[in-house]
């Protein structure tokens, strides 16, 4: 024995594909801030079910600094990211 300590080896990286969670597969989904609420709460309106008009859902903005009018991108409820310009079309 030389006294040595084995290295760690790092576990490997999972990588992204084809856009989706890596964790659930999901894809996460643009939507538009109309009210901001208390707990770092939104509502948000979503282009889901078009043809049944406009949809109005209460997602969490914890993670992001979103304010009313803002495109976000939601993932199981979350917001993760503020879009810039019109990444989604």
């Known amino acids: 024995m030389t006294g040595e300590r084995p290295q760690a080896v790092a576990p490997a990286v999972p990588e ?14 643009a939507v538009t801030v109309v009210r ?27 993670l992001v600094a979103a304010g009313v009018g803002d495109r976000i991108l939601v993932h199981a409820g979350e917001a993760i990211a503020v879009l810039d310009g019109d990444l989604d079309a």
């Open 16 to 29: 992204c594909h084809d856009e989706v969670c890596i964790t659930c597969s999901d894809q996460a989904v």
């Open 36 to 62: 901001l609420l208390d707990h770092d709460l939104a509502i948000v309106e979503t282009d889901a079910g078009q043809e049944h008009g406009v949809r109005r859902e209460e997602v969490s903005v914890a």
